[in-house]
């Protein structure tokens, strides 16, 4: 039986779920791809932080050439975050003939044009299902099962830290600065939720979905954002008042006319809107287009396992897919 070669950049959290996931669920993962599935080489400075697993000491690796230059090595997974290097290496392993994978939205949405160009350029696979939405499975519907579809409006909950400091503020009455501090304690924020509260996280994952659904590629500086760090209870009142909720919303739609506007901001939604129900840190893209009318995505945005299962999926379709 053939054996399918991954080299993973990076074994923080994300890193470390996928690693567990496979070896959790490896033997119905081979059975779907007729291979076995093989981390074989593991870039990543920490190598004695205890991450609950096992992992032989010969796998790790502090130079990614050591991944980048290995021929048998099939697939890359990319799961350092940041812009940089993260892009780079991204570029490097397909300019090495090898597929990539990756989670990492803030690289993806900043480079798109040039990583998705890449990857034609070399002829192989570039998936990024787990950089929207964590185990929801939007991307890969967007490109395939309704691509049928002229796409006309998009609205997600597409970060779960504000989803869950919005949802707090809401049913137990208490301030944004509480509420944050109840994400962080749960690790549901970070210690520096910047990109989370003022939206930039939103606006990444809406560089995506434009550039999916619309053909048209905004960078993520260009989308106007507004974060929730002004959001008071006599906000989350008024809301009510009018029979709505609050929701941090990332936002395109396609006019009559052709323009394409898009934001990221905190808006009010109706209570009987499908968007308003997404409690705590799950996400939801929500979705309308031409031939289904009106589509909703929804499911946990983020967690290193579920992560780990739109990461692994993206390698069964390239194993399925390109490695026949």
């Not at 796998?59 to 290097?85: A, R, S, Y």
């Not at 989803?163 to 210690?191: V, W």
């Not at 994952?205 to 008071?232: C, Q, R, V, W």
């Amino acid at each position: 039986m053939k054996t399918i070669k991954i080299g993973l950049l990076g074994m923080g959290n994300i890193g470390t779920g996928t690693y567990k996931a496979l070896e959790m669920n490896r033997e119905e993962i081979e059975a779907n791809v007729n291979a076995k599935v093989e981390i074989v080489k593991i870039l990543e400075k920490d190598v004695t932080r205890d991450r609950g697993i096992e992992v032989p000491a010969e796998k790790f690796t502090q130079n990614p050439d050591d991944i980048f230059n290995d021929p048998e090595i099939d697939i890359v997974i990319e799961l350092l975050g940041g812009i940089e290097p993260a892009a780079t290496f991204i570029e490097t392993a397909m300019n090495n003939g090898k597929h990539v994978v990756t989670a990492n939205k803030a690289a993806v949405a900043a480079n798109y044009p040039r990583l998705t160009e890449c990857a034609k350029k070399n002829n192989v696979r570039f998936n990024y299902e787990a950089s929207v939405g964590g185990a929801i499975p939007i991307l890969t519907s967007l490109k395939d099962t309704v691509r049928a579809n002229k796409y006309t409006e998009v609205l997600g909950i597409v970060n779960g830290t504000t989803n869950y400091i919005l949802h707090m503020m809401g049913t137990e009455g208490i301030s944004y600065e509480e509420a944050l501090k109840d994400a962080q304690e749960r690790g549901f924020a970070e210690a520096d939720p910047t990109a989370d509260v003022e939206g930039i996280d939103a606006a990444n994952k809406l560089s995506i979905l434009i550039a999916l659904m619309f053909g048209k590629y905004i960078h993520p500086n260009d989308i106007p954002t507004t974060g929730i760090t002004e959001i008071t209870q006599e906000k989350i009142a008024e809301a009510k008042e009018n029979d709505c909720v609050i929701k941090l919303i990332a936002h395109a739609t396609l006019k009559d006319d052709g323009e394409l506007e898009y934001e990221v901001r905190p808006t009010y939604i109706r209570t009987y809107h499908p968007l308003a129900g997404v409690l705590a840190e799950f996400n939801a893209v929500y979705i309308k287009a031409n031939l289904v009318g009106k589509l909703m995505f929804y499911g946990p945005g983020a967690g290193p396992l579920p992560t780990a299962s739109a990461v692994l999926g993206d390698v069964m379709e390239i194993a399925r897919t390109a490695m026949k």
